[in-house]
């Protein structure tokens, strides 16, 4: 689908839990831009209502751009803002991207792995490569080369997802939340509950931490590292001082995508 060029942006971020939004006014000269409002909706189905309190504005009014994961959602969305006086859309894919990538096939990679590759080039140093941990229904681990290339990466289970197996794959262990942590829990897990929580934080610390090691060996320097997701901040601090907290770096993804994929002045 087409959409204007004009600002502000609404960037909107179709992953398989949960549907994130960012308003971006305008984009500035920084490393980075920043939305100044953000929304997530939990899926299955997602509650779109919830965006018009959220904007408390027409939406003709905004640019949309979205990046997704996820194709019943993104029909669902699309249709949303398809009706009467409503704005139309873009939905990005790979070719649209301010992005070199190093492999045969981009357009068969997560649009969200190179979304957060785009917005890891705005952050990283120049000759620094970069490794992006994003943290959520999957946990991705992907390599930007020194010179700004996108090299692939590998894919693990989430801690949610992992949650959610041992209960079903189980007949005694519980189901337990996991996928909001804002601190690490205990590795010594004194009941069934904090053993489940030790083991798929710590192990899902451990499987980043040696991605991220042999990611990074072979390339100039130190690598600089961006995480983000919903585990980012209680991870972040336990990789080391290359390693950076991004909230939103899918978001300003979508934003400098959709600079250079129609040219919007910033």
């Known amino acids: 689908m087409t959409g204007s060029t004009a600002f502000p942006l609404i ?12 308003l971006f006014p305008s984009i500035g000269p920084g490393p980075l831009p920043e939305p100044s409002r953000t929304l997530s909706i939990p899926g299955s189905p997602p509650c779109l209502e919830a965006i018009d309190g959220w904007l408390a504005a027409a939406r003709h009014e905004f640019s949309w751009w979205i990046g997704s994961v996820n194709r019943p959602w993104t029909t669902r969305v699309l249709d949303w803002l398809g009706g009467p006086g409503r704005s139309r859309a873009t939905l990005l894919a790979a070719a649209d991207l301010p992005l070199r990538v190093g492999l045969p096939r981009p357009d068969m990679v997560g649009i969200d792995r190179l ?42 289970p989430g801690i949610a997802m992992s949650a959610r197996a041992l209960h079903e794959f189980t007949d005694l262990l519980p189901a337990l939340d996991m996928s909001e942590l804002e601190a690490p829990p205990p590795a010594l897990g004194t009941s069934t509950q904090s053993a489940i929580r030790s083991g ?50 899918t978001l300003a993804g979508i934003a400098l995508a959709a600079v250079r994929s129609r040219s919007i002045a910033p």
């Open 11 to 22: 960037t909107v971020d179709i992953g398989n839990n949960r549907i994130k939004l960012g």
């Open 200 to 249: 798929l934080f710590w192990g899902a610390v451990g499987t980043i931490r040696e991605l991220v090691e042999r990611l990074a060996e072979h390339q100039p320097g130190a690598a600089q590292v961006f995480l983000t997701g919903g585990a980012g901040p209680a991870v972040a601090g336990l990789l080391g001082p290359h390693t950076q907290h991004v909230p939103h770096l």
């Open 115 to 156: 979304l957060d590759a785009v917005a890891a080039n705005r952050l990283r140093l120049p000759g620094r490569a970069a490794v992006i941990a994003d943290i959520g229904s999957a946990i991705t681990v992907d390599l930007v080369s020194a010179d700004g290339v996108y090299r692939g990466g590998a894919i693990a």
